[in-house]
């Protein structure tokens, strides 16, 4: 195994960076920032507006003038409002052999294009995965515990682990990700459900505990705002896990897992008392309990009133597997 990394990459291949976009003009301008600071130049930034009604397009304008690599395109009626109908047409505008998708109130290290092809090319690697740093002012500047991985089921370790590997946090070869698409009937889960896909096929992975980027949740960020349940999260939820329950319903391992996602969310909302959610997918919660109609419809209102029983349901449900 290779412990040392050159100090020059020894090719200078193109690497697109996608931003979807929604309503971020306070704060695009700094993204963008980070990346023109970036000390690997071959790169291409495109920027695809989900329908913004700010000023993100006269922040923008301003990055177009100027810098060539920069590109900034309204997303197409032909893709599906939101921000994977945004990925996946800022994927089928670019060109470059690596991609890496990005979020538009996210920081970049100066080096992380730099530390990452170095990864890449390093290991001939078709992934790269680092983490995010908990201090803006404080990138890491050299790769550390770095190792590589060669999975032919990446996949499973992904989900069975629950290793949190963020949109940010990862560069994939070309070819590794033209196959897929985001599913954008999604508005949760995203890269997740994504990853799921793109991790079952063979795959050389590098990893690195290196802090390179900064994730920068703010009011009205998504992650900020599934904690407030919203209703078309909750659908999003629900619907992933339905699909991933019907992709590994042969693999009882797996299914337990996905189920628990669903086991999750139906403790989640009791305790919020959002019943009419509950009832709205008696049936998908049952079955992710899998307990019968009956003895569910007891459940919930025992679980209602008390705040009690969910060990029992999570007990019962083990025990069916």
């Known amino acids: 195994m290779k412990t040392e990394l050159d100090s020059t990459l020894q090719s200078h291949p193109l690497v697109s960076i996608l931003i979807p976009t929604y309503n971020r003009a306070h704060l695009l301008g700094e993204t963008l920032d980070s990346v023109l600071a970036q000390t690997y130049t071959h790169w291409e930034c495109i920027v695809v507006d989900d329908g913004s009604t700010d000023d993100t397009a006269l922040v923008v304008s301003s990055y177009l003038a100027r810098d060539s690599r920069f590109f900034y395109y309204q997303r197409p009626e032909t893709f599906k409002p939101g921000g994977n109908g945004a990925r996946n047409f800022g994927f089928q505008l670019s060109k470059g052999a690596y991609i890496h998708w990005f979020d538009s109130d996210d920081l970049m290290a100066p080096q992380k294009l730099e530390l990452t092809l170095n990864g890449l090319l390093l290991f001939s690697a078709d992934v790269f995965v680092c983490k995010p740093t908990s201090d803006s002012h404080s990138f890491a ?3 550390t515990n770095l190792r590589e991985e060669f999975s032919t089921d990446f996949y499973r370790t992904y989900l069975l682990n629950r290793l949190s590997i963020l949109t940010g946090d ?3 070869k070309r070819e590794v990700v033209a196959p897929f698409t985001f599913d954008e009937a999604l508005r949760k889960a995203q890269e997740f459900e994504f990853f799921t896909r793109v991790f079952a096929q063979p795959l050389r992975i590098v ?7 900064y ?15 919203n209703e078309h999260q909750l659908n999003s939820l629900v619907y992933l896990s339905s699909q991933l329950q019907k992709r590994y ?9 996905v189920k ?4 999750k969310l139906y403790i989640s909302l009791v305790q919020a008392k959002k019943v009419r959610f509950v009832f709205t997918h008696y049936g998908f919660f049952a079955r992710c309990f899998s307990v019968s109609y009956p003895a569910f419809f007891f459940w919930i209102f025992y679980n209602l009133l008390t ?7 999570r007990k019962k449900s083990s025990q069916s597997l």
Request: proline fraction near 0%; hydrophobic fraction near 35%.
């Open 260 to 263: 628990r996602y669903g086991r």
């Open 215 to 229: 994730h920068r949740e703010t009011m009205d960020s998504i992650s900020r705002l599934s904690g407030n349940l």
């Open 249 to 257: 319903a042969s693999d009882s391992e797996l299914l337990h897992e």
């Open 141 to 143: 500047t050299t790769l």
């Open 307 to 313: 705040q009690k029983g969910f060990d029992a349901l």
């Open 170 to 172: 990862v560069v994939f």
């Open 207 to 213: 990893f690195t505990n290196s802090g390179l980027w």
